[in-house]
């Protein structure tokens, strides 16, 4: 059922988003940099943004929008002018076609992501749908469920300055490659707006709109569905007080999203990381302690794999969502970005808190057997060191009881 969000509930939707981003999704500083700008004005005409079912999205066509690069190269925003700007030249495109389009997909559940949709539909008066293409944040677009089935022609990144590519990948007819999907028009496209991201002109982020849909193509599009909602509740709720354990977080999580979450660790510190930034990720290391077990959380912006030195096994990998859960008085969700200073350091606040580390299945779509969105997957665990198939932390928990984290 459609509402509308105001002003006030950004911020709980961008705690949640940021829960549910699996470490990644954008920031929590760029995106409360960007919700601290949003009233009506100049800028944006109406300081409401209105949400809608995938069932409800029968009157226009629809895009994704989103920004792509490094938060750290987000954070200084202060208008969404890529993804505006993105998203007009998308209009333009279906105006001359006698088109017109009237809502807005985030690509994937994080701060940043749901953050941006919002702003972008209230600056040009169109309205978000309630879905996006995961159920958390990936590190690049063919783990999405666009990726399957829709057409990524075209698509329009823009620079925040206002610099424009219009990329429309066809593949060769007739082409095969030996591997997998490498020929997918999707693949092709995210390894060519990689390295124009980097590029100085852009410096390392811009506005991206791409998939252009009918409505009778979300339903296939996007079946992980009331994703800003499940955002917004969560974030309510730790808003209000009302998750402040471990142990709550995870029964609120069965309770109200019928999620099963495993306690990777469980109170454990944050010790160090190693990070680096290049071609539009932040590349890095986290490392906790339980006791005497170290525990490390790889990433490239998204947390995709946990090892633990007490276990041959990882305790979690991608597409299973990884998220931090930290107790005690202050903020209780953080993002790979929010956990690690621009020098490479753990941030000083959440030096003596503990933290969990909290972990569930993707989605049935991201680790369907063989298809596009697994594959992605894997292809990225292999560059960092995993050769291994994809085990859900589920059955990782009952082939490995040796592994000692925690079901509520």
Not at 115 to 143: E, F, K, N, T, Y
Not at 254 to 283: C, E, P
Not at 286 to 311: F, K, M
Not at 331 to 336: G, M, R, W, Y
Request: aromatic share 8%; with cysteine; hydrophobic share 45%.
């Amino acid at each position: 059922m459609a509402y509308e969000l105001g002003r006030n509930d950004l911020e709980p939707l961008l705690v949640g988003g940021c829960f549910f981003g699996s470490g990644g999704g954008g920031t929590l500083i760029s995106a409360r940099h960007l919700a601290a700008h949003f009233q009506q004005g100049d800028y944006y005409p109406s300081d409401r943004v209105r949400v809608v079912t995938v069932a409800e999205a029968v009157n226009g066509e629809s895009v994704m929008v989103a920004y792509m690069g490094a938060p750290e190269a987000i954070a200084d925003c202060i208008y969404p002018e890529g993804p505006v700007r993105a998203v007009q030249a998308v209009q333009e495109r279906l105006a001359r076609e006698g088109r017109e389009l009237a809502y807005v997909v985030p690509p994937e559940s994080g701060a940043l992501g749901f953050v941006v949709a919002c702003l972008v539909a209230a600056r040009l008066g169109l309205a978000v749908i309630d879905a996006d293409g995961a159920g958390r944040a990936v590190p690049s677009l063919p783990m999405l469920t666009f990726a399957v089935g829709v057409t990524p022609r075209p698509a329009f990144l823009v620079s925040q300055a206002g610099l424009c590519v219009e990329m429309d990948v066809t593949p060769q007819e007739g082409f095969e490659h030996p591997v997998g999907y490498q020929n997918n028009a999707t693949v092709i496209t995210e390894q060519m707006l990689r390295p124009i991201v980097a590029a100085p002109q852009f410096g390392e982020f811009g506005g991206l709109a791409m998939w252009i849909m009918e409505p009778d193509a979300l339903a296939d599009a996007l079946p992980i569905r009331g994703t800003l909602t499940r955002a917004l509740t969560l974030g309510r709720a730790l808003q209000h007080g009302q998750i402040e354990s471990t142990e709550a977080m995870i029964s609120f999580l069965q309770q109200r999203f019928g999620l099963t979450a495993y306690a990777l660790t469980v109170r454990g510190r944050f010790v160090s990381a190693d990070v680096t930034t290049t071609g539009g990720f932040d590349i890095g290391k986290v490392h906790l302690h339980e006791g005497d077990t170290r525990i490390s959380v790889i990433y490239e912006n998204e947390s995709l794999l946990v090892w633990s030195s007490q276990s041959p096994y990882p305790l979690a990998m991608a597409p299973d969502s990884i998220a931090y859960f930290v107790e005690g008085p202050g903020p209780a969700v953080f993002s790979n970005g929010d956990v690690v200073e621009a020098d490479g350091t753990i941030s000083p606040s959440l030096k003596r808190r503990p933290v969990s580390l909290i972990a569930w299945q993707a989605e049935s779509p991201l680790r369907k057997p063989g298809g596009l969105n697994l594959w992605s997957f894997m292809q990225l665990l292999q560059t960092i060191g995993y050769l291994g198939p994809y085990r859900a932390v589920g059955d990782i928990n009952a082939a490995c009881p040796e592994v000692s984290y925690d079901q509520a």
